[in-house]
């Protein structure tokens, strides 16, 4: 059910200002910016190892993860952005329970090609360390070579990818 | 259990600003990719800017040492092929992690499971992990590398140079389609800028 009678989204440059504001802040407070990724691997780490018991050696990359546990910063940060667009969504009436995506696709291709970039996202979110928040945003902010590297790398397969899925997202015609 | 509260907050903040800027909508942020909506290009570019400048600035008033930030080292192939991960995981999946889990607080199925999807693609992370950490994680010049170390200028020059390209890029897209002959009139009844145009 998709959201009735929406409130318009933000201003793009608003939106960006404000992002930047708290993008500082979280330097400010934090020495570090905002990130995901970090928190994605923590849960799945945390969540394997307890399905699994010795699923990880010592010397597997998630080993540390899975020790660490999930009381930390950045899995608290990533709580409370599920928290912030939930409120977000009720409060500009956007909320709507929906599988959302390509209009050519149906819902179980939807919810295959989901998985599917998650995946890819996931995986390549470790190879650069951060994610498009951790590495793209906050690498680039404090101008390190590293952040812009990633968004090029980024833009580049994702203008390449869109192009080929391009098709997928024509409307559908209503007859 | 300590809760780190500044990260709830902060996090709190980073999730209504994504939501509000319609980044849990697949739509929207694919259709970047295909340049036919360029509030991805906007919001990020314009954080990106008011931030380093902040951050730039913070340092000349001698509020904040560089050294005491994290600044992400270049592990070349690792950063870059990384980002052609998330990239492609974007034009395929519809998000990115962060978005995905904007996507799914606003009530989206595909957001959870992209999430699954990285939780999967984590794990596979992990099994060639050993197979490829000597190249992936291979440093390339010196610990946290800027763009202004590495061009030998100034941080501002950089930081003018990239609100130049936001400013420019920003227009052109603004402005494009908007015939400059036609009057007033016609500017007053133009869509509005931010509308996401209709696709063929």
């Known amino acids: 059910m998709r959201a009735t009678n929406p409130r318009p989204r933000w201003n793009p440059y608003l939106s960006g200002i404000a992002l930047g504001l708290v993008l500082f802040s979280t330097f400010f407070v934090s020495g570090h910016g905002l990130g995901v990724t970090g928190a994605t691997t923590s849960m799945t780490a945390v969540s394997v190892a307890s399905l699994v018991p010795h699923a990880f050696g010592p010397h597997d990359y998630l080993a540390a993860y899975a020790r660490a546990g999930l009381n930390s910063w950045i899995v608290w940060e990533v709580v409370g952005v599920v928290i912030g667009a939930l409120a977000g969504s009720l409060i500009g009436r956007r909320f709507g329970a929906q599988i959302d995506g390509p209009p050519q696709v149906r819902s179980y291709g939807r919810l295959g090609l989901a998985a599917l970039g998650g995946a890819a996202s996931g995986f390549g979110a470790r190879m650069a360390m951060g994610c498009t928040s951790g590495m793209g945003l906050s690498g680039s902010a404090p101008l390190a070579a590293a952040g812009f590297l990633f968004l090029i790398g980024f833009f580049a397969a994702g203008v390449g990818f869109g192009t080929l899925f391009k098709p997928l997202w024509k409307r559908r015609s209503l007859s | ?200």
């Open chain 2, 1 to 200: 259990m300590m809760i780190p509260w500044s990260g709830l907050i902060l996090g709190l903040l980073f999730g209504l600003i994504l939501e509000g800027a319609g980044f849990g909508d697949p739509g929207c942020l694919t259709a970047q990719l295909r340049f036919t909506n360029w509030a991805v290009f906007k919001v990020m570019f314009t954080a990106i800017v008011v931030s380093g400048i902040l951050l730039y600035a913070s340092r000349a008033l001698g509020l904040i040492h560089l050294s005491d930030i994290f600044v992400p080292s270049v592990y070349f192939w690792g950063t870059l092929l990384g980002g052609v991960g998330v990239g492609i995981g974007m034009a395929v999946g519809g998000y990115c992690p962060g978005t995905s889990a904007v996507a799914m607080a606003s009530g989206r199925l595909d957001g959870l499971v992209f999430l699954l999807g990285i939780g999967g693609g984590t794990l596979a992370f992990n099994g060639v992990y050993p197979a490829i950490k000597s190249w992936v994680y291979a440093q390339t010049g010196p610990n946290a590398l800027t763009v202004p170390q590495l061009l030998h200028v100034s941080p501002w020059v950089v930081l003018v140079a990239l609100t130049a390209i936001l400013v420019a890029i920003s227009w052109l897209v603004d402005h494009r389609g908007k015939r400059p002959t036609t009057g007033a009139m016609s500017a007053l009844v133009s869509a509005p800028v931010n509308s996401i145009q209709p696709e063929h």
